[in-house]
């Protein structure tokens, strides 16, 4: 017998407060297609203003939205320990991220310092609240290779966060001191490879066995990945105080992690049991494809080291571990989440009728998340496209939009359902 | 008039999540005083034990030699 995970129907959070998150994350992801469609000079460098509030539309407003309210509904269900004050963490959560990014955003577009100073306010705050609640969470949880990922990612969350919050006061008061690269460099490391890849590697432990109907991952790679990449990190971080010849050392560590998980992942579902066509398998096996690329890409660097100064370079890992990789992953898991929720809660809510509600397959047309797929992996391949040729910006950023637009109209077409079906939201 | 067997055999393993509970709430439906579901599976469902506690529902989990799981659910005040 194990322990009871809290997915009982009393236990579980009301219905309203992670589908604000998923269903806000779409919108943010439209708003940066609509951005590469307006301002396609967004793509001359990864520091221009436009390229910078493009980024955060998408780690900011997409990712780090669709992963919180994933992070409220899985630490019940996971963790065995739900976060405390559920009512409260979402609304000043979710609130204060959403015009948080929209402020920070605003900053980039317009340099005001006003817009900084919001953005700091709110993203400070609304993040402050969820990492405690998430902290005494985990502090509680039953351990686990996924519960491991999870503290580390959100660590890295941390400092991510807390570096974000110095740059952007120091771009409030314009003041660039030396130091500012190497926090820059921390910032984005620890926030994609610590952050992102780490509760993705945390949650795949879970879902990819889960939903995918796979063998487990090899116990000694789940082990040992997470806390490798985040000390790797850490080393990454001060490798202005070290020698020179750790950073190349750390630098191979960290891409031999990323693709040592990339790969056992493919294996794994190569290895499945149920060869069933699954959009959201699909989701993922792009995602584990871009971070193949990813390292690629970097391996060829290494011996063209004139090209690691490109602005090429950089936008081109970019587009490819958040695009390619990032976005896919949580693109895919939208899929199962969303529908599942509203199937869970259809049956907790209908219990008397429970022959009648629909499965969750039935909760979105499965024809349209095809399609969805299928405009988002065009983007992809645009978005790679363009770090070359330019011209072909606006062309992504529309086709990104448009993907963005139908991954919105599908979730909410499962909302729709429930309620179609009797199903109440708090 | 009894069934020919007392258990109703719910085969879920190599289903993907969440059908397994679907069926599972299916039958727990249909199931008539004295009834078990015998439930087998590829993972141990533990999000299911809450649900059927909740329910008025009592388990029983064995692990087989294959690695699979064999659970027998039943109602609480139901004799064994």
């Known amino acids: 017998m194990g322990q009871p995970a809290g997915l009982s129907f009393e236990q579980a959070p009301a219905f309203s407060l992670p589908l ?61 320990a739900s976060l405390p ?165 750390v630098d191979a560590g960290l891409t031999s992690g990323i693709l040592l998980f990339a790969l056992a992942t493919l294996r794994l579902q190569w290895r499945r049991r ?15 494809a871009s971070l193949i690329a990813c390292v690629f890409v970097w391996l060829v660097v290494q011996f063209r080291p004139a090209w690691a100064d490109s602005d090429a370079y950089p936008l081109l890992l970019g587009v490819l571990f958040i695009g390619g990789f990032a976005v896919s992953v949580v693109n895919g898991m939208l899929y199962k989440i969303v529908p599942f929720l509203a199937w869970f809660h259809l049956q907790a809510q209908l219990q008397a009728r429970a022959g009648s509600i629909p499965t969750m397959k039935d909760m979105i047309a499965e024809r349209l998340t095809r399609w969805q797929f299928r405009l988002h992996f065009v983007a992809c391949v645009l978005l790679i496209a363009a770090t070359r040729w330019p011209r072909l910006a606006v062309a992504a950023g529309g086709v990104l939009a448009l993907s963005a637009l139908l991954l919105w109209i599908n ?16 | 008039m009894t069934a020919p067997a007392n258990e109703i055999l719910v085969d879920a393993r190599g289903l993907e999540p969440p059908e397994p509970m679907e069926k599972v709430m299916q039958v727990l439906a249909l199931l008539r005083p004295g009834q078990a579901i015998r439930m087998l599976l590829h993972r141990e469902p533990f999000p299911l034990y809450a649900i059927l506690a909740e329910r008025g529902y009592r388990h029983e989990t064995r692990m087989e030699a294959d690695g699979s799981y064999v659970i027998l659910i039943r109602q609480s005040d139901a004799n064994p």
């Open chain 1, 20 to 80: 604000r998150f998923f269903l806000t994350a779409p919108l943010f992801l439209l708003a940066a297609g609509g951005l590469l469609v307006w301002t396609p000079e967004a793509l001359a460098s990864r520091w221009t203003p436009q390229a910078l509030a493009l980024t955060h539309a998408l780690t900011l407003g997409f990712l780090a939205m669709s992963m919180l309210g994933a992070l409220m509904q899985m630490l019940p269900v996971v963790a065995g």
């Open chain 1, 85 to 249: 004050a559920l009512r409260l963490v979402s609304w000043f959560s979710h609130v204060p991220l959403a015009a948080g990014t929209v402020a920070l955003m605003t900053g980039f577009l317009t340099a005001r310092p006003a817009a900084f100073a919001i953005a700091i306010v709110l993203l400070g705050s609304g993040f402050a609240v969820f990492f405690a609640a998430a902290t005494l969470s985990l502090a509680r949880a039953v351990s686990s290779v996924t519960v491991g990922g999870m503290r580390l990612a959100l660590a890295s969350l941390g400092v991510t966060v807390l570096l974000g919050l110095a740059l952007a006061l120091l771009r409030a008061g314009g003041w660039t001191p030396p130091a500012v690269e190497a926090a820059m460099a921390a910032h984005v490391a620890f926030g994609l490879l610590g952050w992102v890849l780490l509760l993705v590697i945390g949650v795949a432990y879970q879902v990819v066995p889960m939903f995918q109907i796979t063998p487990p991952y090899p116990p000694r790679l789940s082990r040992w990945l997470a806390a490798a990449l985040f000390a790797l990190l850490l080393f990454h971080a001060s490798t202005p105080m070290l020698p020179g010849v750790v950073t190349p050392i």
């Open chain 1, 274 to 288: 149920r060869k069933l066509p699954d959009v959201t398998l699909d989701y993922w096996r792009l995602g584990m």
């Open chain 1, 411 to 426: 979730l909410l077409s499962s909302v729709r359902r429930f309620a179609r079906h009797g199903g109440h939201f708090t």
